[in-house]
């Protein structure tokens, strides 16, 4: 099992700055990857950013602003969000992917609020 928990969240105004961190505890040397998704009020869950294998993969509308980092040695993985836009409001969720026995496994965070204003 392993327990990702967000931080970070917060009101900021369009144009503005946040961090986001997601800690992991438990079996994290089964950790394989890991990311970020948001889900907006009425919409579905949709990817942000993911780090994994040595690479990055971003959505297309967060290329160029937002920048994902893990430091793997504190089990935390970060998400640097610069120029917000008030579109980028949403609840911010952190994913670890877990390979055991060949079988993946998702754990999910709990979400942290992310309000952008105009």
């Known amino acids: 099992q392993v327990q990702p928990v967000e931080s970070g969240g917060g009101l900021v105004q369009a144009g503005g700055s946040l961090r986001l961190s997601c800690a992991a505890s438990g079996s994290t040397f089964n950790i394989n990857a890991m990311g970020w998704y948001r889900q907006a009020p009425g919409k579905q869950r949709e990817l942000v950013a993911t780090?994994?294998?040595?690479?990055?993969n971003y959505a297309d509308s967060v290329k160029g602003r937002f920048t994902i980092s893990r430091d793997n040695a504190k089990n935390t993985m970060y998400l640097q969000m610069n120029s917000l836009k008030p579109e980028d409001t949403a609840v911010y969720y952190c994913?670890?992917?877990?390979?055991?026995?060949?079988?993946?496994?998702?754990?999910w965070g709990q979400g942290t609020q992310v309000t952008v204003s105009s």
């Open positions: 780090s994994g294998g040595g690479s990055t």
């Open positions: 994913i670890a992917i877990g390979v055991v026995g060949g079988y993946e496994y998702d754990y």
